[in-house]
């Protein structure tokens, strides 16, 4: 018992305790699995981009959509006000590998329901909502850009398409469009892209695009013009009434054309090539004109009659129009002055060159051209002169004329002189045809009211009364019984004359009547309604004369020969050689 209860006792072994507890592999699992999907999720994300527009209508975060040709490329993520809380700015998230398309020059729009005159379009968008989508830049070498300013309505030909833009000059915007159709031959080539005012608002520009391969029919001497309308033309033959289409007649469009010739030898133009748009087919081809130059003529005569758009010609030719008509006072000196100012077309006068062949002087060879400047100097220089004329008798319309003439003092260098009052250069003047025959007029009585009448009729007078004295001292009564004689037949004869003053009479009322019914029939303004009451003034003044003149001969039919005072005065000394003879015997 006691061996059994001395036996030692074996020692426990200590070892080390572990202090990881393999649970927390499941959170550390889980960190690695979260940062692996944030990661990805942001390296699979593309750019941040900002588009600004006008206002945010149909737009919505998370809903809206950035699409390109259809496929989803980006998704609204936030929408707000930019500083000055006049525009919306909307950040886009984009699909990884979209970087490409935010370069610069890159347009975004909203696509929405739009009803123009042109097209509908957007009606797509009814149900699934409205999107917006993008227009990448042409050059895919250009910086790439973060930030843009989206189009308030989608462009009418993006920039991947090919063909040509040109830029058309109009006087006044008439049927055009954005999305107008642009027409060759009745088919349509190209679109209306833009409608806007020049930088000097003389002009309404047009942008338009010319599709490819039909880009290749312009030349530098095609002519365009407005296919909007009904143009209608009378001739020998009848009516002639144009229709372009019924798309133009409704929604409006532009023309051109081409002559064959200049396709095969013109050269084509290139991008963004002015060109003018006229307003039909007809002026296109009949007023070859284009850039234009002012000027400004001071008339002195009355411009009564001349109105803005009166014609401009020169030898019968319409080179320009009629500008604008001021009527100015300089108080320093007192006078008036009325500057009239008009334009000249540059491609209305073709210059010959110095062999005068006109086999190259076509309207493709712009060699044998001079610039305006020089032209308009060569032409000054020349003796070139404005004047008024009239263009109808019955309105008293005028128009403006421009001649060469000797008498014109040629004006210095540099396009003559530059008016102070207008800043345009001046172009000497010439008097109306008419007022030139009037000054005539004027001048030969100035020089019958310098003659000395009053002299002249005191020696007539004098020369009288020295007749009556030697008549007196001489024996006349053989001569005055021939005399009588004569008298008797003189008498006959005023008579007669007396008879036919009648009948003149009559004639000239018959007239002046008719020639108040004329004059009813003009317009006060007409020249020849002044020339007609003139007229009719010195037959009222004719009749009062022979009235007087008939009344004299019933009273004195000797007076025709004699004279009423004349005959007086000679039976006096008649009466006293008969009172000498009878004391005599």
């Known amino acids: 018992m006691n061996n059994e209860t001395n036996t030692p006792l074996p020692e426990a072994t200590r070892t080390p305790e572990n202090k990881f507890n393999h649970v927390w592999w499941i959170p550390f699992i889980a960190f690695l699995v979260a940062a692996f999907l944030v990661v990805s999720h942001f390296t699979s994300q593309g750019p941040l981009i900002t588009i600004q527009f006008d206002n945010a209508e149909g737009i919505s975060v998370e809903n809206t959509k950035l699409k390109y040709k259809s496929v989803t490329i980006g998704q609204v993520e936030k929408i707000t006000l930019d500083e000055s809380l006049d525009n919306v700015l909307v950040y886009i998230r984009l699909q990884k590998g979209s970087e ?131 143009s209608v033309k009378t001739s020998a033959n009848g009516i002639d009434v144009a229709l372009e289409s019924i798309e133009a007649l409704v929604a409006g469009g532009i023309a051109f054309e081409t002559p064959i010739e200049l396709l095969l030898n013109d050269e084509a133009v290139t991008s963004h090539t002015e060109f003018f748009l006229y307003p039909n087919k007809t002026i296109a081809y009949e007023q070859q004109f284009g850039k234009k130059q002012l000027f400004v003529s001071y008339f002195e005569s009355n411009i009564s009659g001349l109105s803005t758009d009166a014609q401009v010609l020169m030898n019968g030719i319409t080179v320009g129009k009629v500008k604008a008509i001021q009527l100015m006072f300089d108080p320093i000196s007192g006078k008036t002055y009325t500057p009239v100012l008009y334009e000249i077309y540059e491609d209305r006068i073709t210059v010959l060159n110095s062999s005068h062949d006109t086999s190259h002087n076509t309207a493709n060879d712009t060699s044998n051209r001079t610039t305006a400047a020089s032209l308009t100097n060569q032409l000054i220089q020349s003796g070139l002169h404005a004047r008024l004329v009239t263009a109808n008798l019955l309105t008293g319309s005028k128009n403006i004329t421009l001649a060469m003439s000797d008498n014109i003092i040629p004006l210095p260098l540099q396009l003559a002189t530059v008016d102070d009052l207008t800043g345009y250069p001046i172009l000497p003047t010439q008097p109306e045809s008419l007022e030139t025959i009037t000054d005539s007029i004027a001048t030969f009585v100035d020089k019958i009211n310098q003659m000395p009448i009053n002299e002249l009729v005191t020696s007539a007078n004098q020369l009288l009364n020295n007749a009556d004295t030697t008549l007196t001292q001489l024996n006349l009564q053989p001569t005055l019984d021939a005399f009588n004689a004569l008298l008797k037949d003189g008498q006959q004869l005023s008579q007669a004359s007396h008879q036919s003053i009648q009948q003149l009479t009559k004639s000239i009322e018959t007239l002046v009547k008719q020639t108040e019914s004329v004059i009813a029939g003009y317009s006060p303004d007409a020249p020849l309604y002044h020339g007609l009451t003139d007229t009719l003034g010195e037959l009222n003044d004719t009749l009062s004369s022979l009235k007087i003149l008939s009344e004299m001969l019933t009273r004195s039919p000797d007076a025709l020969i004699f004279g009423e005072n004349r005959r007086q005065q000679s039976e006096q000394p008649q009466q006293q050689a008969t009172e000498r003879q009878h004391g005599d015997q």
Do not use: C
Not at 125 to 152: C, E, M, R, W
């Open 100 to 230: 490409n398309l935010i370069r610069k020059d890159s347009q975004f729009w909203i696509v929405k329901p739009r009803i123009e005159v042109t097209k509908i379009s957007g009606l797509n968008t009814l149900l699934s909502g409205a999107y917006i989508t993008i227009d990448p830049a042409k050059d895919q070498n250009q910086d790439y850009q973060y930030h843009f300013v989206g189009l308030s309505d989608p462009p009418i030909t993006t920039q991947d398409k090919p063909g040509l833009r040109l830029t058309l000059l109009a006087e006044k915007s008439t049927a055009f469009y954005p999305g107008s159709a642009v027409y060759y031959k009745g088919m349509p080539v190209g679109n209306i892209e833009r409608v806007y005012f020049s930088d000097d608002y003389l002009w309404v520009k047009v942008d338009v695009f010319i599709n490819a391969p039909h880009h290749q029919l312009i030349r530098q001497n095609s002519k365009f013009w407005s296919a909007g309308g009904i």
